[in-house]
């Protein structure tokens, strides 16, 4: 999965959030394998009139029932301008 935060999200608060987002995925019954930051990097197009963002990926295993409702509790962060949940086999 991958997930852009605020560029002007201080450490602590981008650490919040991505702890927040591993614990929605351990809360329904998930593994996070993986949770890297990309580093700020330019958006290419402006979301929110932001032209940056922060990127990380994550690998996590869940069930695709629960990928439906991890999926809709991401929309409703407000810290979270885009993610992008992709299935590897």
Not at 61 to 89: F, G
Request: hydrophobic share 40%; glycine share 6%.
């Amino acid at each position: 999965m991958l997930f852009i935060l605020p560029p002007e999200l201080d450490a602590e608060a981008a650490g919040a959030a991505t702890e927040r987002v591993r614990s929605l995925v351990t809360a329904k019954g998930g593994d996070v394998h993986t949770l890297d930051f990309w580093g700020r990097r330019r958006l290419a197009y402006p979301i929110e009139k932001r032209r940056e963002g922060a990127f990380h990926i994550t690998r996590f295993s869940l069930s695709p029932e629960q990928t439906v409702e991890l999926d809709r509790t991401l929309k409703l962060n407000d810290q979270v301008l885009r993610h992008m949940i992709v299935s590897i086999d």
